[in-house]
């Protein structure tokens, strides 16, 4: 029963910047481990960064290593996804997920934003 809110998407033109924000309630939520995905139309789901309960990410995925930056404020109960130098490519829905008991799955899921990136 843990519910997830993005927010942030929109449209920017390449070379800009936006910042993604995941808003997540529930019990015991300010420890979950949390992660940024995404899905671009005709392609399939691939995972972006997560962090872990203790503030320590993970390994960015290649395509956006050295221009997006996760963080989050527990106290705030949210996940930050910092994207700059975005690139045509980078259009896609966004999403973040949950995974309430740190096992590794990701149990739960926010909607989807849509960052579009025009040229």
């Known amino acids: 029963q843990v519910q997830l809110v993005e927010s942030g998407g929109g449209v920017v033109q390449a070379g800009g910047s936006l910042r993604l924000s995941c808003e997540y309630s529930g019990r015991t939520v300010s420890n979950y481990d949390m992660g940024w995905f995404r899905q671009a139309p005709g392609k399939e789901r691939e995972f972006v960064v997560a962090?872990?309960?203790?503030?320590?990410?993970?390994p960015y995925a290649d395509s956006v290593k050295g221009r997006f930056t996760i963080s989050r404020d527990n106290a705030k109960n949210t996940v930050y996804l910092q994207m700059n130098s975005l690139k045509p490519e980078d259009t896609a829905v966004y999403y973040c997920?949950?995974?309430?008991?740190?096992?590794?799955?990701?149990?739960?899921w926010g909607q989807g934003t849509q960052v579009t990136v025009s040229s």
């Open positions: 997920a949950a995974d309430p008991l740190r096992l590794g799955k990701w149990d739960y």
């Open positions: 962090i872990r309960w203790n503030g320590r990410s993970t």
